[in-house]
């Protein structure tokens, strides 16, 4: 029996294989700090790490594990091995096992691998998770969770089948400073009665200057010597090889990324979406989709999101800005602080409207908040209302530990993952229906309940998407 098929086997009988903590040569490490920290740790107390998708930003995934100190890299697994961006991070690790199929590196090295981080396209989150997980192995996933609705719900609910897996999503800033910030504030009452957030992403995108009259996917290009096409492609219907749906370029397109919005909005919504109790929208409405076409995003997009009374909490809208042409309106008193820095003011000719970096503004009952992206802080406008109120803002904690060492340590025990898949799933359910919206060109109206568009029969299908293609039907159950 091929490997491949050991591998459905295993799957489809969900046997979970016992993990060991295989004691390994110590890490080859990035920094002088980092070695030390790692030299400290015993090979026997880390965590046997599995990194699929090694590439691009999966590299620097696989570097921040290490900088940790508690993570044995005892696998890299990547479609194109020969490539430029995965061989130089096969340098750094060359006791590491490696694999083209993460099924045949479950199938060859399961009994030694502990936790999985997955730093692949959007559309390939979904069956490599769903594979681990039933193999009993913990999850760390990059956002957002998955490239439809229904396999984020399916993710959500093999979460909570296999419950002594650890999960997280890779919203870095969920442990950083804007959480403890938030949560803080909530709870001390700063932050309430929320009634409207803006969040912009104004930086241009790799499909910017795209033709948007376009009535095909490109032409069929010759498949790279050292790339196994057919497992990138993984549960998607046949694309023909184009160089414009690789290295990043996949976010474009509708197929397997989720633009700009699946790029962005975890960065810029994930607290206020978790400390709000925002929850799923019961409206998406497209306001602008400026080139909007049947194959890519959009040049500009705004979204709005209407969110219902949550308790005693009010409505919230949701404003979505994406594209170098829509900028949000900016409340009086906003200063300078949101500005790029490295665009200089203009010498002749009409002042121009201010670039603003990635950011959000929330608008409260009482009071308006500014803040940047990841892990930045909020902090209150005008400053004079600023000032009034420093006395009466509570003081925030520390973060005990950034993103991937929350993870390691809940891997053993010792934390709670702050973004696991029951608190990252509805956030990027959100975004899956922001794409919905954006895809179709057409205000959606959302059961929450139900989990279900009641008002277009087309965007109601694009919540589950098309079936997978044959051989990949497995992941889909649970």
């Known amino acids: 029996m091929s490997s491949k098929n050991t591998s459905r086997r295993k799957f489809l009988k969900n046997t979970t294989i016992a993990t060991a903590a295989t004691a390994l040569l110590p890490d080859l490490l990035f920094a002088k700090n980092s070695f030390l920290r790692s030299a400290v740790t015993a090979p026997s107390e880390k965590v046997n790490l599995a990194c699929i998708g090694i590439g691009n930003r ?9 900088k940790t100190g508690l993570a044995n890299i005892v696998a890299l697994c990547d479609v194109d091995m020969g490539a430029p961006q ?49 193999l009993g192995k913990h999850v760390y996933v990059e956002k957002p969770m998955a490239r439809t609705f229904n396999e984020v719900e399916l993710m959500m609910k093999a979460a909570e089948k296999y419950n002594k897996v650890v999960t997280q999503m890779g919203n870095q800033g969920h442990s950083e400073g804007n959480y403890f910030q938030f949560k803080t504030w909530t709870e001390a009452g700063i932050i309430k009665d929320v009634n409207k957030i803006v969040a912009h992403m104004n930086s241009a995108r790799r499909w910017h ?60 919504l994930d607290t206020a979406h978790e400390f709000l109790d925002l929850g799923l929208p019961t409206e998406v409405k497209p306001l602008k989709l400026t080139g909007h076409n049947d194959f890519f995003y959009p040049m500009s997009t705004t979204l709005s999101y209407k969110f219902p009374k949550r308790g005693n909490k009010p409505k919230v809208e949701v404003l979505w800005y994406d594209g170098v042409d829509n900028l949000p309106p900016i409340p ?15 010498s002749t000719g009409d002042i121009k409207g201010p670039k603003l970096n990635p950011g959000k503004i929330i608008y409260s009952k009482d009071l308006i908040f500014k803040g940047g992206s990841h892990g930045s802080t909020l902090s209150i406008i005008p400053e004079e209302k600023a000032k009034a109120m420093a006395a009466q803002l509570p003081q925030v904690p520390k973060s005990p530990s950034n993103h991937f060492k929350n993870f390691l340590l809940a891997c053993k025990g010792q934390e709670k993952t702050r973004s696991p898949f029951a608190v990252a799933g509805p956030l990027s359910q959100v975004f899956c229906l922001g794409v919905i919206a954006q895809w179709t060109g057409d205000k959606i109206k959302f059961d929450r309940e139900k989990k279900i568009i009641t008002n277009n029969r087309k965007a109601n299908e694009l919540l589950v998407g098309p079936p997978p293609r044959k051989g990949w039907e497995q992941y889909y159950k649970i």
């Open 58 to 66: 999966g590299q620097q995934i696989i570097e921040e594990f290490a």
């Open 86 to 134: 995965t061989q130089k991070i096969m340098g750094h690790f060359p006791q590491a096992r490696r694999f083209q199929d993460f099924r045949q590196m479950f199938d060859k090295m399961g009994n030694e691998i502990e936790a999985v981080c997955i730093g692949t396209p959007d559309f390939s989150h979904f069956p490599i998770t769903m594979m681990a997980m039933a």
């Open 209 to 268: 200057g795209w033709d948007t009259n376009i009535k095909a996917f490109p032409a069929a290009e010759s498949v790279p010597s050292t790339l196994d096409w057919d497992i990138w492609q993984m549960q998607t219907f046949g694309h023909d090889y184009n160089k414009d749906f690789v290295n990043g370029q996949w976010r474009c397109w509708y197929d397997f990324g989720m633009g700009a919005l699946g790029d962005w909005g975890a960065h810029l």
């Open 332 to 346: 009086k008193g906003y200063g300078v602080q949101g500005l790029d820095p490295n665009i200089p003011p203009p």
